[in-house]
């Protein structure tokens, strides 16, 4: 993701933090099927702004 972001959207690699949860981070537990597990295979951003 990191990399298309830089990529594609012409943005600074210093101004993206790229973090893997692994499975510290579920959403489902890994218990679950594959098909129910889907909401853990996820990108999350968060876009912060400068204070001014």
Do not use: C, F
């Amino acid at each position: 993701m990191k990399a298309w972001l830089v990529t594609y959207m012409k943005l600074q690699p210093a101004q993206i933090e790229a973090k893997g949860l692994g499975s510290t981070n579920l959403k489902v537990p890994a218990t679950e099927t594959r098909e129910k597990q889907a909401p853990n295979r996820r990108v999350e951003i968060v876009i912060r702004t400068p204070k001014e």
